[in-house]
Structure formats: C-alpha cells, structure tokens
C-alpha cells in the first residue's frame, strides 16, 4: 500500500530544473550532469532534474508526483489523469505506482506514447482542475478511471478516500460512471461506487472491507462508538452487532479511548489498548484484529473472521 505522506517537503514545479532553464541562467547540460554526479541533482527524466534531497525523502507516491512535475516541464499543456492524477491529488493507491506518467490526449490524436510517458486517448474532454501548477482529472474522475482498469479493492480504496477527504459526494461519482457508458470497465466501476463508504477511517479499513464484500462476509458497521456502564470505551473499527463481535484494523496506531494520544510510550499504548480490550469483552463482544498482510491475502482474512465467527450467511 502506498500513499504521499503529509510530512514529506512539498516540491514545486519551481524546484524542478530542465536544461533550458539552467542554460536561461548561465548554465548547461554538463553543469546538471556535474550536480547530479556530486549528488545534489536527480535525473528524473531526459533533461529533467529535481533535487537530490527532494528525492531522497520522497515515498514511491510522491516520486510518481515528481516525475509528474518533471513531465509537465517538457510538454505542451498536458492533461494528467489515472495514477498521476491520483499522485498529484495525493489519494491513496493500493499497489506499486507506475514509473511512466500518465497523460488524456483527444481521441483525434496522433502522438504516440513515448518513454516516461504513456498517453490516452478519451472520446470526451475530462474535466480538470489545477492542482500544484498541474492540469489534472476531478478527483471523480480519477476514481472512476482507476476503478475501471483496476482490481475492485483498489477501487474501493480510492472511493472511500475520494469521499471522506476530499469533498467528493456519492452523486458526483456517481454521474462520472454514468458518463462512461457502456465502455469497458465501466459494470466494474459501478461496483466501486455502489460500495463506497465515507466511514472508513484508512486505506487498511476500505481494503479490508473491499475482502468482505469480495469473501460474501456479514457486512458491519463502521467507526460505532461502544459504551458500558462506565461510559465510553472506544469507537471501534468495525462492529458485527448481531453476531456481538468488534474487528480492529492493526494498519497503524490507534488509541482513542482512555485519553491515550499519539506520543504516548508504546508500553504505555499497549496497555491502554489492553484495558480497552478488557471492557469491550466484558460488555460481551469478542474482539478480532487483523493486519495489513492479511488484508492483502483474502484466504488469510477469511480465516481470521472465521474464527471469531464472522462467515458467509452468519
């Protein structure tokens, strides 16, 4: 799973230097080689470079951003959609991100793909939006066009993204797979859509629901907030209230109860998290948890649910 961490230093198409722009300066091509060799520079692309530090901290998420505003700098009046749109909206994209950029040309068009970048050509005009100096797809839009070409829990990640973070309603993604008619991929994206659920907190929480809709598992609901005779004792993850069971996602750290914040020691939130545990089971919820890895293999989160009793028809 990978996605641009907020922490990372927000580069701009400015910090990006070609070799026009160094010769607008007094420089050259063997001045960028001589940097890139000293390690102040990285080539991102033919002629492109960014800084070496940029790089350095970068995730393969933000890399893809990069190699993006590396693009936008030697094109003319690009459109960027699928996984650098994705990039630069900064959504969440389960799988490795693409080395090529990706690039919407009218369907007219007669320029190929080249090396780095990989062109598309669509029937009608996306709507796009400026982003970082950047013409890219609606975020709606590039939902939809990622879940037409991709797997259902990658679509679903991006989806319950779009909609808790990004201000993106179930109409307006609704009426991008309308637009898409018949094409292919379309049945596949309205799966996504139909789905898609503002209440998942992670892209560990979408993946996993995606598995349960995939397995034919009880659905549950999301983010419910449990009490007992003391008063609160968590908002948990996922509750299977008929079945009286709670799941947890371990993707990340999580302590909301007990007023246990994130700097807190990790003896410190291990305890915490046990005494949440403890009130849970006593109000009489089992309690069941599940990581990242077996999230990524169906089989695997099968058998986990299974043993806290979450089946198909249960």
């Not at 779009?162 to 379309?186: K, N, Q, W, Y």
């Not at 005494?275 to 990581?291: K, N």
Request: positive net charge.
């Amino acid at each position: 799973m990978s996605s641009t961490a907020a922490a990372l230093p927000d580069v701009t198409a400015a910090a990006v230097t070609t070799t026009g722009n160094a010769r607008a300066v007094g420089r050259d091509g063997k001045d960028l080689r001589r940097a890139t060799r000293a390690g102040a520079l990285v080539r991102v692309r033919h002629g492109t470079y960014v800084p070496a530090e940029a790089w350095a901290a970068a995730d393969e998420a933000e890399r893809h951003r990069l190699r993006v505003l590396a693009a936008a700098r030697r094109l003319r009046a690009p459109v960027f959609g699928r996984e650098s749109a994705a990039a630069v909206w900064r959504l969440p994209l389960l799988g490795d991100w693409p080395r090529d950029v990706h690039v919407l040309v009218p369907l007219a068009s007669g320029t190929p793909s080249s090396p780095g970048v990989r062109r598309h050509r669509v029937a009608d005009p996306a709507a796009t939006r400026c982003v970082d100096g950047l013409a890219v797809t609606t975020v709606a839009r590039t939902v939809v066009d990622l879940a037409r070409a991709g797997s259902f829990a990658r679509g679903l990640v991006l989806a319950d993204d779009a909609l808790r973070r990004r201000g993106v309603s179930p109409d307006d993604l609704a009426r991008e797979v309308a637009a898409a008619g018949t094409g292919r991929g379309v049945r596949a994206a309205r799966r996504v859509v139909a789905e898609a659920d503002a209440g998942a907190e992670s892209p560990g929480e979408s993946l996993s629901r995606a598995r349960m809709i995939e397995l034919g598992l009880p659905q549950p609901v999301l983010q419910r907030e449990v009490r007992d005779h003391r008063g609160l004792v968590g908002r948990v993850d996922f509750l299977w209230e008929r079945l009286g069971v709670v799941g947890e996602f371990d993707g990340r750290l999580k302590y909301r109860a007990g007023g246990v914040g994130d700097r807190t020691a990790d003896e410190d939130r291990v305890w915490a998290e046990k005494r949440r545990e403890d009130r849970l089971r006593a109000a009489g919820l089992r309690v069941v948890r599940w990581t990242w890895q077996d999230a990524l293999h169906p089989a695997r989160l099968a058998s986990v649910l299974a043993s806290a009793g979450i089946r198909p028809g249960a």
